[in-house]
């Protein structure tokens, strides 16, 4: 039995850091690379391409509109062709990294906004679908299960993977409860670590009212950025090794175990 | 014998138009390709690749200092590992666009202040020829004859293709002569023709002075930009085709002859 | 008898030209002026201002959605508060190069999707007249008569000047035609500068259907980024002139004649 | 007996933040807040601003080049008139977020590489000075003493505040010490305090080399971005209160005494 774990990681920007990327990587299997739309720079992304690297963490592009002061949050009303061109930049730019690194890049997870949209708008998911597959069809798309993006995905002959979100509340329809209301967010790592195990074992998530939901996740998402992410990661982390589930990324790329404590203290 | 013809294209920017890539097209055979960071956007970046592959063009990429108000001709004080990753991000976002429209990526010609800087300063030659060997050791990069750059494309295993300019005067070292001084621009269609032929077939040119200097470009670089661009290198054309003299990429990708005006009025 | 005759204008970025601003900026009273967010750059923005001042012509902000590369007419989904900022920002940056030209900043109208969103959203729309008043409580709105921003001008004891246009199309409803339908653009010189006289001195307009439609308009836009803008903006001002409107910016400051021919070849 | 204390504020950018302004702003007379050219957007101005008004704190444009992925700490050739315009601009841009709040702007410092190059370039630091007396002949420059910028300064009838920095080695040429070389930078907050007592009190700093210096700053320069800043500025406030020197803007503009504890709590 194995599971996925990704993360959202080099969004920091010029001099500017965010979320705790040393810390997390060694903990995932894929990384989420911020693109230069809503996040970091030709520099960020090098350094974090080369840090998923150091620890076989499998690389994806995480491309998003172009709006780095709303951080890719705010939807614009850009043409499905627009959006379709701007994925297919974003992607180019990490891929350069990738082969300078002599790394493969594995998926595509729209960001933010974007991942909203393509959540719920065909024509847009078709684009996005279109967008990956003309620059390299053997690319996984990344986004919620029995999403318009999944249906794309399918549509266009490309490999998807549905994620699950480890900290994030279910209402009793699957979809997610919004950050507006009560049970939005989890944050006892206890809880969540053992929500993972049950997502992935028993193929079974609970909702806010208590109902069993059926679930079969590909990939679980951990949110990088918030104080607690890593500390949520290493229960989660242990919680699965107990159950011997393995930690690996869909696309079958293998983790590099982190190096020892004595090898880590000569850095 | 044969000739090379490159061009800067694609340095439009959204709504803004600038040059006259439709027309110059057809009279190419190489075409730099801004990469977003002086000019050009996504979209502009697919619609030139798309319009290079219509004439068989060989597509390179114009990577750029990151400056759109001063269209990169302002020097900017970046450090060597920035330039790298600058160069590589644009290489990757161009590629991109050349594999979803199925053509290769043939060479790459830094723009503008980053150019002349090449030009000088070894160390950042040094950074560029490492970028673009590490995403792609079958590129070409373009530059002045015994530039920096030149000498940084031998050392890092990288073919270099040396250019001529069409329309600038030379002094009798060969360097170009100051766009402040008399004679830095010629305009003359019929002289600007010869003096490509005599480049090209007697590997000399004559500079401000009279003196006769040798010369041997593998590309003779045309400014897009100027409003009498596209009566130069019909003029260039046609002498060459007298002598003739094959235009032909560097890299040996062959041009497709522009389609026959019954097919042009279908349009 | 009087009217206003408005029309964005200062809309190039860096080495790109747009529109005809020398050509169209003797022939009105208004301009708009770009403040960054959508076009133009500091140096754009101070050439601007100083031919305003050339020719007395008002000066107004004209600010945007943050988005150079779709011109700001790509909505965005921010917040009324990022707005507000958005607008204070753009206002300011204006008012200082009005400020170094001893001129006066006269009006506010915002630009394409901003424009669009104001005049049906009135929590944005209250949240640019706020702007606009903690600013400069003088200051002009200038937008559709009966839009949500002329609502909270009046809310925030702005003045607004309501704007018809020129060379659109009405529908009976006495909305303007949208661009995909036949009828929404008016090119005709001698039509165009009829029905602007017909608005002005008759107040009304005829809609697609015919229907006679009632306007009173305080300032009537040209768009002068149409090829033949110039051309049409002649046309206007030589029918007002026949029937002795003066052409009058809604602040009451005087246009200064344009120069006459002897000092316009001196030049 | 008095003295300024003067921080870079405001200089985060959307999402990101830096510095620690809440804890930075009580401490300080006057703050340099970043114009969305090198760090902030408006948002965050607005929000800078409001706490700089808060405790009475001076508000001052820090005006850069327009380079956020290199903090503005990168030089660019931009043109003197380039330079004028952009400071204009940003420069307007505070001022409106200032009027928004019903605060005064009071001075003007140049960011980063700017700073540097307008403290050595006479021609760049007379544009700058042309620029900021052409919005407001009532603002203060503020810069190294015997800096390009001070005779700019002067021949512009601007006011001049000269800077002396309290954590930074100083030559025995009364230059600073270069941040790659020993000295360059003191962390000891008992030392740095005792240094701003001596450069007030006594008009004098010690050289890394032991040699008493002649000092006469109007404002002292404490950096807000390193981890001990508010440490620093603590220990710096308790020297001067020991020694009767106020903390008070070279302006004359007066602080207001930070809330209570007991308001603090209600927060």
Chains 1, 2, 3, 4 share one sequence.
Not at 86 to 92: A, E, K, R, T
Not at 256 to 267: A, L, M, N, Q, V
């Amino acid at each position: 039995m194995r599971i996925d774990l990704n993360c959202d990681m080099g969004e920091g920007f010029g001099r500017y850091d965010i979320g705790q990327d040393a810390e997390v990587m060694p903990l995932i299997s894929s990384a989420n690379v911020a693109c230069g739309f809503h996040a970091s720079d030709p520099g960020t992304m090098h350094r974090t391409v080369r840090l998923a690297k150091e620890y076989g963490v499998a690389v994806g592009a995480h491309p998003s509109f172009p709006d780095r002061v709303g951080f890719g949050r705010r939807e614009m009303s850009a043409s499905p062709a627009e959006i379709r061109d701007d994925v297919i930049y974003q992607l180019g730019a990490l891929l350069a990294f990738c082969k300078a690194e002599g790394v493969s890049l594995r998926h595509v997870k729209p960001h933010g906004a974007l991942y909203n949209l393509a959540a719920r708008d065909i024509e847009v998911a078709t684009e996005i679908a279109a967008a990956v597959r003309s620059v390299d069809l053997s690319l996984y798309l990344v986004g919620l299960c029995g999403s318009a993006l999944a249906a794309a995905a399918r549509g266009a002959g490309l490999k998807f993977a549905a994620e699950a979100f480890a900290d994030r509340g279910y209402g009793k329809d699957g979809r997610l409860v919004s950050r507006r209301e009560a049970g939005a967010v989890l944050d006892d790592p206890g809880v969540v670590a053992e929500r993972v195990v049950r997502m992935v074992r028993d193929g079974e998530v609970t909702a806010v009212d208590g109902t069993g939901i059926s679930i079969d996740p590909k990939t679980v998402c951990v949110h990088g950025d918030t104080p607690g992410a890593v500390t949520l990661l290493r229960a989660i982390r242990r919680r699965l090794e107990l159950e011997r589930i393995e930690v690996k990324s869909f696309s079958g790329q293998r983790r590099r175990e982190p190096p020892s404590e004595g090898k880590e203290r000569r850095r």
